[in-house]
Antibody, heavy 118, light 109 residues
């Protein structure tokens, strides 16, 4: 079955760190760029970061640059998001999403909830 | 950064009716690189349209996209009960600076 499954969410205090994972199955993971997208409570979708299929290129939204790091392990078909110095405004459901031929998203996971609160 | 404004915020319609959703960009979207997604509560978003007017695999033909430059439209010709959801537009013409609209909720009247 072609799918993406996120994990690692939870409640964390401001300033602390958290690492999310995204496990891929049913397709050739190493052939695709993969993105993180988030949706804060009551708000719309926000693109967070992308990593190329070969992990040689990464790009970040200005709101997370310098705090978040995207990475991948193609041998494990897994994507990661290391989130440091978390802020309350990072509270959101985090989705991993497969990049299409261009920079749209043709497959999404169901998401994992991150709550940053003291 | 290209800002996408979706309207209306909420659309109240009955099954069988036509839905017209608007997405307006603050500047021209290069190559009409605009996509539409549907999201139901507790579910992953689903790609409907890419390249402004190309339907994604498996998407029924009652969904259609149109427009160019700064004005784009998603039309659902006849609403089915399973179509009620939140819809988002996304531009990828200025990649890697990707942006989404704020969403339009299509609810049952």
């Amino acid at each position: 079955q072609v799918q993406l499954v996120e994990s690692g969410g939870g409640v964390v205090q401001p300033g602390r760190s958290l690492r999310l994972s995204c496990a891929a199955s049913g397709f050739s993971f190493s052939s695709y760029a993969i993105h993180w997208v988030r949706r804060a409570p009551g708000k719309g979708l926000e693109w967070v970061a992308v990593i190329s299929n070969d992990a040689k290129n990464e790009y970040y939204a200005a709101s997370v640059k310098g705090r978040f790091t995207i990475s991948r392990d193609n041998s494990k078909n897994t994507l990661y998001l290391q989130m440091n110095n978390l802020r309350p405004e990072d509270t959101a459901v985090y989705y991993c999403a497969r990049g299409g031929v261009h920079w749209y998203f043709d497959l999404w996971g169901r998401g994992t909830l991150v709550t940053v609160s003291s | 950064e290209i800002v996408l404004t979706q309207s209306p915020g909420t659309l109240s319609l009955s099954p069988g009716e036509r839905a017209t959703l608007s997405c307006r960009a603050s500047q021209s979207v290069s190559s009409n690189y605009l996509a539409w997604y549907q999201q139901k509560p507790g579910q992953a978003p689903r790609l409907l349209i890419y390249g402004a007017s190309s339907r994604a695999t498996g998407i029924p033909d009652r969904f259609s996209g149109s427009g160019s430059g700064t004005d784009f439209t998603l039309t659902i010709s006849r609403l089915e009960p399973e179509d009620f959801a939140v819809f988002y537009c996304q531009q990828y013409g200025s990649a890697p600076l990707l942006t989404f609209g704020g969403g339009t909720k299509v609810e049952i009247k």
